[in-house]
């Protein structure tokens, strides 16, 4: 059974910084992609950052240049290093992997807040 699992999230002041930190679980194969996705209360889940197995990388342009997708040494796990959070990155965030013909199922997510 494929299970995907998220944390690192917590509280922060603004300014501060937080990794958060995704495995998935039961399968063999790779990811072909994987993505963090956040979700404030009230909106929409929206793509933060995005990375290929190959290692290329896409950003949303509110996180460009504070936030940064990599890969873990382990298989099918992947971090986001976020730096400068601001009050606005409040949200729960989740990742979801891409295996190509079909993907993970959503994690229970994680909570960031970053306090003014």
């Known amino acids: 059974q494929v299970q995907l699992v998220e944390s690192g999230g917590g509280l922060v002041q603004a300014g501060g910084s937080l990794t958060l930190s995704c495995a998935v679980s039961?399968?063999?194969?790779?990811?072909?992609?994987m993505g963090w996705y956040r979700q404030a209360p009230g909106k929409q889940r929206d793509l933060v950052a995005r990375?290929?197995?190959?290692?290329?990388?896409n950003y949303a342009d509110s996180v460009k240049g504070r936030f940064t997708i990599f890969k873990g040494a382990a298989k099918n796990t992947v971090y986001l290093q976020m730096n400068s959070l601001q009050p606005e990155d409040t949200a729960v965030y989740y990742c979801?992997?891409?295996?190509?013909?079909?993907?993970?199922?959503w994690g229970q997510g994680t909570q960031v807040t970053v306090s003014s």
């Open positions: 979801n992997a891409d295996f190509g013909s079909w993907a993970s199922p």
């Open positions: 039961g399968t063999i194969f790779s990811f072909a992609a």
């Open positions: 990375i290929t197995r190959g290692g290329s990388t």
